[in-house]
């Protein structure tokens, strides 16, 4: 069996420093998004993304990040999923990065969350693929299926439906932004003496400290 305790690295000593933040920490936030692209990383852009319903019970699963500007973070979902639910229970969550090159960082973002504009589910529901518009729009997302003949039938359904061409997107899927009030950078050092940052949004602005790793 894996000995996890024995699993270590050493993440070198780039320094992440006080001087070289930018005031708004989404720049820094693209310059790091870019550099794990860069580094040929599959799906730098995905994100853990955790939100907690009304019952307190916290949920985390993995999404993708499809939009980024000044309104904040732009992910896509089916509006009677799981974590729609919770969004629409406690609309506080919170979204974590992690990219292993071109060197150890973690980007940790929470916030507010509210619904996309129907405009930008809709351009984005276009640009998809015919056989993904299908998946999205015909899956019951969260709730239990038989087996996974049950799950192509309702997908058949709607292709039968819209044949040819795009299909519609349903009022039931759509796109999410989460309106950062805190980011966190996290960068890896020698000796477990990484350097952290943390950004909260201010009145005007935002204030930047230094936090303990």
Not at 135 to 141: F, I, K, N, T
Not at 194 to 200: I, P
């Amino acid at each position: 069996m894996t000995d996890f305790r024995a699993m270590r690295r050493e993440y070198g000593d780039a320094p992440l420093q006080r001087r070289d933040l930018p005031a708004d920490p989404l720049v820094l936030f693209r310059d790091w998004l870019h550099a794990a692209e860069g580094a040929g990383l599959i799906e730098p852009n995905a994100m853990a993304l955790a939100t907690c319903g009304e019952d307190g019970q916290p949920a985390c699963r993995i999404v993708l990040l499809k939009g980024l500007d000044d309104s904040g973070l732009t992910f896509f979902t089916n509006y009677e999923s799981d974590k729609a639910r919770q969004i629409e229970g406690n609309a506080r969550a919170a979204a974590t990065f992690w990219w292993s090159l071109p060197r150890p960082r973690q980007v940790r973002i929470a916030g507010t969350v509210s619904k996309a504009p129907d405009s930008v589910s809709d351009a984005y529901f276009r640009s998809r693929p015919r056989e993904a518009q299908l998946a999205s729009a015909g899956s019951p997302q969260s709730r239990i299926v038989h087996d996974r003949e049950e799950l192509q039938a309702h997908v058949q359904r709607l292709a039968d439906k819209h044949p040819i061409g795009p299909v519609p997107r349903p009022a039931h899927w759509g796109g999410y932004v989460l309106q950062p009030v805190t980011v966190e950078f996290w960068q890896g050092r020698d000796h477990r003496l990484h350097d952290r940052f943390r950004y909260t949004r201010a009145t005007e602005g935002w204030r930047i400290d230094r936090v303990a790793p």
